[in-house]
């Protein structure tokens, strides 16, 4: 049986890793996967130069997107002072971003995003606010647009004592009801689905504490 873990616990977690700038066992402070640098390189002028970095954590997404000339709306749970710290006094991109202290699930696409990264967050999430947010994002699309998610499917955690965890009212999916969610929500785009496996180890005991199929959905709607 599954021991519950509270959101607010993780919440916490997380919270106090970027405060503090602790790398954890999924290596938060890690710089931006090379999939990703390859499409923000091959990203064209018909393109918004605007974007969305959901579950921002150490910055560095959003960090590379303002660089490349986009104005990023940067939302996670954490308090923003973290992220504002780090980019005072940097160069003329600094401002381009917008730090918003929101959960993710909280937060509106209201708006049409040239950009939309959702790295190793949308799996926290409840499966209705993950389609919820996909929906919206590609209902206000309107060309040109690309979504780069990153997400945790057929999740197991353990405790240092071996205990099976689970996050409560997290979206818990397969990678096949993942893959079929994607696809429907993102009907007419150009899509790209990645497969991958995971695995954390607890630094205390060498054993795997996380493991996990890790999906990357590069979306592409070239539609102007």
């Not at 999924?26 to 999939?35: D, F, G, H, I, P």
């Not at 509106?108 to 993950?130: M, N, P, W």
């Not at 993102?186 to 695995?199: K, P």
Request: glycine residues 8%; aromatic residues 8%; neutral net charge.
């Amino acid at each position: 049986m599954n021991q519950p873990v509270s959101k607010a616990s993780v919440h916490a977690f997380y919270a106090d890793a970027i405060r503090r700038g602790r790398n954890t066992a999924e290596n938060l402070q890690a710089a931006t996967s090379e999939r990703f640098n390859t499409l923000l390189e091959s990203i064209g002028d018909g393109t918004p130069r605007t974007a969305l970095d959901l579950g921002y954590g150490a910055g560095n997404y959003t960090i590379d997107l303002a660089r490349a000339g986009f104005r990023v709306t940067a939302v996670d749970q954490i308090p923003r002072n973290s992220l504002l710290r780090r980019i005072r006094g940097a160069g003329n991109w600094a401002h381009r971003i917008d730090p918003r202290e929101c959960l993710a699930e909280d937060f509106a696409i209201d708006e049409d995003f040239g950009v939309i990264v959702a790295k190793d967050i949308l799996h926290y999430l409840a499966r209705r606010d993950v389609e919820s947010l996909l929906t919206n994002a590609v209902t206000h699309a309107r060309g040109g647009n690309y979504h780069y998610l990153e997400v945790f499917t057929r999740i197991t955690r353990r405790s240092t004592d071996g205990q099976l965890l689970r996050i409560e009212g997290e979206a818990g999916y397969s990678p096949d009801v993942f893959q079929r969610v994607i696809e429907r929500i993102y009907d007419g785009w150009d899509l790209t689905l990645l497969w991958s496996e995971h695995a954390e180890q607890d630094s205390r005991t060498g054993r795997n504490c996380f493991e996990a199929t890790r999906a990357t959905v590069i979306a592409a709607n070239r539609a102007a």
